[in-house]
């Protein structure tokens, strides 16, 4: 099965998950945007009564064409099922992402959710974290100085810049710098490194955020966290 059979796979198994007058965490990302896709026939064909809750100017474009209702995440209590994407999981289920610059309101979405599903194909499992660059958001003032500090903590930053060559921009109008590192060996320790740092926004790892992890394939996996 190629790649976007496999996230075609998981977004529509994700779908099926959702139950009448849930509020639904909607993710970023090629294979969420599958997920809403199967979700928004759900809705149309089967009268599936849900609001969504979205992670990204892309995802709400794409979730209010297609006819599902969005909500801001601030009226609503809490939201009952999250499903996102990721870019790398690791053995306890914890993640790397932000490969589409919308870690911060997934971060936000997440943390507000009871439960928080992540579809990925199978070349995102990964333990040591790694071999995909960790994105960490960043204020635009000064953003020289904190490349800076990062290069001088050995991380290896690149600010992210588009297929044009213009600096990539976030919805919150921040800055990426993506970090290439080959291995993360203390996902934990780095992550409390960055959130220390000043300019920085948030950062790409999920830690004890994923409850479970549906993984595509000849047969889907579903991993849970223990
Ligand atoms: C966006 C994300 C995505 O969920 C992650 O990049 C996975 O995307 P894709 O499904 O396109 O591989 O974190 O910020």
Redesign the pocket.
Known sequence: MDIVEQ?KQVGKYAASLVEDKMTVGL??????KFFVDALAERVKNEGLDIIGVTT?NRTAEQATSLGIKIVDLDAVENIDLTI????RVNQQLDGI???????LF?KIVAINSKQNIWI?DET?LADPLGGFPL?VEVVTYGVGHLIELFAKADLHPVLRKDAAGETVVTDNGNYIIDLHLDQIENPVELADWLAQQVGVIEH?LFINIANHVIVAGEEIKVLDRK
């Not at 993710?27 to 969420?32: A, D, E, L, R």
């Not at 996102?84 to 870019?87: F, R, V």
């Not at 992402?97 to 870690?103: D, F, M, N």
């Open positions: 996230k993710g970023t990302g090629s294979t969420v990204s996102d994407g990721a870019d992402k932000g490969g589409g610059a919308a870690l997934e990925v995102k994105p790409g």
